[in-house]
């Protein structure tokens, strides 16, 4: 998963799913966050595609949602970064 805040990515396993409690190795930011959600959908109630989830008031921040699944999107930063990054290390 990438760090929404950052777009560092962030090692995941099956084994070893984002702890609660899990910040970015780069930023410091939460990941578990609903940021870092495959389910955040702004506009949508509660900001996410599951209607039963609870209101969560600070989206950036850690949280304790059973729902919670990383998502693969950058999210915040610039949705080509990755691909800058890499072009920069071959210049």
Avoid: W
């Avoid at 899990?22 to 996410?48: F, T, W």
């Amino acid at each position: 998963m990438y760090c929404y805040h950052c777009g560092t990515y962030q090692e995941e396993s099956a084994l070893h799913k984002i702890s609660f409690r899990a910040e970015c190795i780069q930023c410091g930011a939460s990941l578990h966050s609903c940021v870092n959600c495959r389910y955040y959908k702004e506009g949508m109630p509660n900001d996410c595609e599951i209607a039963e989830v609870e209101n969560v008031r600070n989206k950036e921040a850690m949280n304790f949602c059973e729902f919670f699944q990383s998502s693969q999107n950058i999210g915040g930063v610039k949705k080509n970064a990755g691909k800058e990054r890499f072009d920069d290390l071959f210049k």
